[in-house]
C-alpha cells in the first residue's frame, strides 16, 4: 500500500508551536529607547500570535495539501498560556504554545472523488454458457461488477490513486472508502491517510514558520511604533 495510505483504525498525533523572535541584536537597540515599553509590545506580540497563527497555519498546509479547512479547524489549536517563556532581547514574557491534535484523517477530506459509489451500469444481457440453463443459447440478464478507481489530493495538485481493492461504502457523500484486508469478504477496514499534525511536521513546516517569523516580525513592528508614539 502506498505510504499515503493505510487500512485500520485512526491514529492519534499532535504536534506544538512556539512563539519564535529572531534579530535580538537588532531588536535590542530598538527596546533600550522603549523601557516597559518594550515589554508590552512583545506581549501584545505573543497576543497576536495565539490569535493570527491558525490562519497563518491553515494556509500553510493548504499550500503544500488537499486537505479541507474543516479538518484542519477539528485538530485544534488548543492555547497554552505561559506554557514557554519568550525572551527577545533581554525581555522575557510568557509566551503561547498552540498544539494541534488529531487522529489521522480518511481520503475524504482530501477531494476524494467518487464521492460516492458510483452508480452500477444498467442490467445488460450476457451469454452464460455452460449453466444449467434448457436452451444453451439463452441469456440471463444480471448486473456485473462495476470497477471504479478511487483517487485523492493528499498531495496538492496530485491525484493519488486508493490501493487496489478499495471501494467505498454505503451513506451519504462523502462516503467513507474501505478495503478488506482478509482473504474473504471480512474483515473491513476504513483507509486512513496523514493528520493534521503529520502535515504540520511534514512538507508544511518550513511554510509555517516562515509565515509565523514573518507574521510575528510585521506586528512586533507595528506595536514598537505604536509604544514610541
Known amino acids: ?32 529607547k522603549l523601557e516597559n515599553g518594550g515589554e508590552v509590545a ?13 490562519a497563518w497555519v491553515s494556509k500553510g498546509i ?6 479541507d479547512t474543516a479538518a484542519i479547524k477539528s485538530a485544534g489549536p488548543q492555547k497554552k498560556r505561559g506554557a ?18 488529531g487522529r489521522t484523517l480518511t481520503p475524504t477530506h482530501f ?27 439463452e441469456v440471463a440478464n444480471i448486473r456485473p461488477p462495476y470497477p471504479y478507481q478511487i483517487t485523492a489530493q493528499i498531495i496538492l495538485g496530485k491525484k493519488s490513486n486508493l490501493p487496489p481493492g478499495s471501494f467505498i461504502g454505503d ?22 491517510t496523514l493528520s493534521v499534525p503529520q502535515m504540520i511536521d511534514g512538507r508544511a513546516k518550513e511554510t509555517i514558520e516562515t509565515m509565523i517569523s514573518q507574521g510575528l516580525e510585521q506586528r512586533f513592528e507595528n506595536h514598537i511604533k505604536q509604544a514610541m508614539k
Open 1 to 32: 500500500m502506498s505510504s499515503l495510505f493505510y487500512s485500520g483504525s485512526g491514529r492519534h498525533t499532535s504536534g506544538a508551536f512556539t512563539v519564535t523572535m529572531k534579530d535580538g541584536a537588532k531588536l535590542a537597540k530598538r527596546l533600550a
Open 42 to 54: 512583545i506581549k501584545r506580540t505573543v497576543s497576536d500570535f495565539s490569535s493570527r497563527a491558525p
Open 62 to 67: 493548504r499550500q503544500h495539501y488537499g486537505v
Open 84 to 101: 514557554t517563556h519568550i525572551n527577545v532581547a533581554g525581555v522575557s514574557v510568557d509566551g503561547a504554545t498552540l498544539e494541534y491534535k
Open 111 to 137: 477531494k476524494m472523488s467518487p464521492k460516492k459509489q458510483p452508480k452500477r451500469k444498467d442490467r445488460r444481457r450476457i451469454l452464460i454458457p455452460g449453466q444449467a440453463l434448457r436452451n444453451p443459447t
Open 171 to 192: 451513506g451519504k457523500a462523502p462516503a467513507i472508502p474501505f478495503q478488506r484486508t482478509g482473504s474473504g469478504r471480512m474483515p473491513l477496514e476504513a483507509i486512513h
